[in-house]
């Protein structure tokens, strides 16, 4: 998966990469909230009443495990790009006969009680969509784990807290998991019960087993991006 690339840029150094004033992600301790709702539809509805409360002060908004809501600046115009461009590549794959469900940070997933999170792209398989009730029944949250999901590191997230996340993700069944970080040009690889693999500067990065056929040109698409 690592390309041959005749001029490999060197990844740039953490204390080099831009300061564009963006506020550093906060949390708050929720738990005490989160005890007074009995279940997981009690809180997708609570979830999605203070996300839309709160949409005008510029955050997305999560839930960890551990019942702290975490609020991240929004995504600027170049983060938006990258994230949309994993999307639209994931999306075409998907559409060719795989049937499955591609989603965004807005489709948080139920992590175990009370997590809510929410990737970058992610791909749901066609037999985890099968037991789900139709189309405009379903609850407002992503009920399960994606077989694959990915995160592309922002300037207001530090690398320690991205690869924290996606621990989380591969702990509780993600099968594949992609941390794109354009500002070292690596791309960390999980999967469960294996050490992340750290690919530097790949020029592709290929889904195989967990999404067969789908490769990602990731220089032209995420670090080369202009």
């Known amino acids: 998966m690592t390309?041959?690339?005749?001029?490999?840029?060197?990844p740039a150094d953490p204390a080099t990469v831009p300061d564009t004033g963006m506020p550093a992600p906060f949390s708050l301790d929720i738990s005490s909230i989160l005890a007074?709702?009995?279940?997981?539809?009690?809180?997708?509805?609570?979830?999605?009443?203070?996300?839309?409360?709160n949409e005008d002060l510029g955050y997305q908004f999560e839930i960890d495990q551990h019942g702290r809501l975490w609020a991240m600046a929004s995504e600027g115009m170049d983060g938006q790009l990258r994230s949309g461009n994993l999307y639209i590549d994931l999306r075409h794959w998907s559409d060719e006969g795989r049937d499955g469900h591609v989603i965004t940070g807005n489709g948080l997933v139920r992590m175990p009680w009370p997590g809510r999170r929410g990737p970058d792209a992610g791909w749901?398989?066609?037999?985890?969509?099968?037991?789900l009730a139709p189309a405009g029944q379903r609850p407002h949250g992503v009920p399960f784990d994606p077989r694959f999901?990915?995160?592309?590191?922002?300037?207001?997230n530090s690398l320690e807290?991205?690869?924290a996340k996606m621990e989380e993700w591969i702990a509780h069944g993600v099968a594949l998991g992609w941390l794109i970080?354009?500002?070292?040009?690596?791309?960390?690889?999980?999967?469960?019960?294996?050490a992340p693999e750290i690919l530097d500067d790949p020029e592709t990065i290929n889904g195989d087993p967990e999404?067969?056929?789908?490769?990602?040109?990731?220089?032209?698409r995420i670090f080369d991006l202009q």
């Open 124 to 131: 749901v398989a066609p037999e985890q969509l099968s037991p």
């Open 36 to 53: 007074l709702l009995p279940d997981d539809e009690a809180l997708d509805d609570w979830f999605l009443r203070f996300t839309t409360d």
């Open 3 to 10: 390309s041959q690339a005749v001029a490999k840029p060197q």
């Open 149 to 156: 999901v990915a995160e592309i590191r922002s300037l207001s």
């Open 211 to 220: 999404l067969p056929g789908f490769a990602f040109n990731v220089r032209s």
């Open 181 to 194: 970080d354009p500002f070292l040009r690596q791309v960390h690889i999980y999967r469960h019960g294996v």
């Open 161 to 163: 807290d991205q690869q």
